[in-house]
């Protein structure tokens, strides 16, 4: 995970010169620069450095994976990876739920209300959705 943590690390650092040069040259053609892509590209920045951060702090705490080893075999890597939801409906219904939410800013702020309501019931069901029924533990 050490080297996915500094793909992503050395991306962001990328990402920012790239951010700084295109300031500076929106700047200089147009005179006053471009808030919208200087600010789309420092999200961008943002976001590599955040995943950056979690691979490197999973690294040290789960130690060296066979990803890290140069000398590794493919067979190293296999066995349990973890557990994947065999089927689940609530991220359809967040989904849909938050759509309704976002729509609510354009239509008023009631539809809003209702929207989050249904975005915090689907939220719940979908944390919650391995405590009862078929795959419950």
Known sequence: MKVQGWLFLL?????AGVDIAYWFWTKAATGQGEPVGTTAMAISVGFAFMVGYYLMFTSRRIGAQPEDDKQADISEGAGEIGFFS??????????????????????????????????????????????RGHFSH
């Open 86 to 131: 065999p089927s689940s409906w609530w991220p359809l219904f967040l989904c849909l739920a938050a759509a309704f939410a976002f729509a609510g800013f354009v239509i008023g702020f009631w539809m809003f209300l209702i929207g989050l309501f249904l975005v915090i019931m689907a939220m719940i069901g979908f944390v919650f959705q391995y405590y």
């Open 11 to 15: 991306c962001g650092i990328f990402f």
